[in-house]
């Protein structure tokens, strides 16, 4: 009775495994959202936890490489006035199906001037591959990625003049 109970699950988890790249097969889109946020290192401890604001107009983009290592897809979008984005990418481009897990999604700017120096939290500046979809239902497939952080200029860590990866 127990092995019979062993096979019906891993037999389901089969079937939902299947269904689950089944409806990643059926999107002609993905969905790629998230959030990006203000934490100012000025404030006590817990104001700068939990005092987090959005940023409406962020810019953050997404790039998707082919085989050989080429840009075969970059877009962008900006954030709205919860600091949400959501860019919507289409499965094929150039007759090349995207892999996901060839394209980085990360900070490109933000407009707002008490709060512009990008963080790596959540690695916003460095980027974010994607791996696994958050949302796989009905033809919807979506990615879910940070929150990422901006600050404020007061809290940007001096730069090392010798490092080949200068940000601004």
């Known amino acids: 009775m127990g092995k019979m109970r062993v096979i019906v699950a891993l037999l389901s988890l089969s079937i939902m495994a299947y269904e689950a790249d089944a409806h990643f097969e059926e999107a002609q889109v993905m969905h790629v959202g998230g959030k990006v946020m203000c934490q100012d290192c000025t404030k006590s401890w817990n104001q700068w936890i939990k005092g987090d604001r959005p940023i409406k107009g962020c810019?953050?983009?997404?790039?998707?490489?082919?085989?050989r290592k080429r840009v075969l897809y970059y877009n962008s979008d900006d954030t709205d006035a919860d600091g949400e984005f959501d860019v919507i990418i289409s499965q094929v481009v150039y007759g090349k199906k995207l892999k996901p897990k060839d394209c980085l999604v990360r900070v490109v700017s933000s407009p707002d001037v008490a709060c512009n120096v990008a963080t790596n939290f959540g690695n916003g500046r460095t980027g974010v591959r994607l791996r696994q979809p958050?949302?796989?239902?009905?033809?919807?497939v979506k990615y879910l990625v940070g929150p990422f952080y901006y600050t404020t200029p007061m809290c940007e860590e001096p730069r090392d003049p010798n490092s080949a990866y200068h940000y601004h």
């Open 134 to 140: 958050n949302v796989r239902y009905k033809g919807m």
């Open 59 to 67: 810019k953050v983009s997404v790039t998707c490489l082919d085989e």
